[in-house]
């Protein structure tokens, strides 16, 4: 009984949030959070829709997280700059064209990003003494540049 509660909950919240991305031409969240005077950055943006604006994360601060989500019918442009000892950025993108920027400068840069779609482009910049990158590309043509260099 307990559990066809839960389903039945489910399925109506999943209705609705599948209606409501449907019916609004895009859908976006921007959340910043900034802690310890400036010293924590956290930005996280998410987007839904026909119309996906390209998004662009410019962060300075000594520890710096950033989180792209983009869910789109055309095409999705993300790019995200980071300068601080710590960086880490993820995106996910799903489109028909799918292109993510990533530029990152500090001691430990981590940068994990997935594209679906016809034609998935990524770039990634890293300069710092720990570099991680995690690129996953499921599409027709797939183009990556990745550029890692140590202090």
Known sequence: MRRSVQASIF??????????????????????????????????????????????????????????IEIGTGQVDATIIQTGTTNYANILQVGSTTNAAIAQLGMTNTANVTQIGNNTNALMLQIGNLNTGIVRQFGHFNWLAMFQFGR
């Open 11 to 68: 399925a109506v919240l999943l209705a609705a949030v599948v209606s409501a991305s449907s019916a609004a031409s895009a859908g976006s969240s921007v959340s910043t959070r900034t802690f310890g005077n400036g010293k924590v950055s956290v930005e996280t943006v998410v987007e839904l829709g026909n119309n996906v604006q390209p998004v662009v994360i410019d962060q300075s601060s000594q520890i710096n997280i950033a989180r792209v």
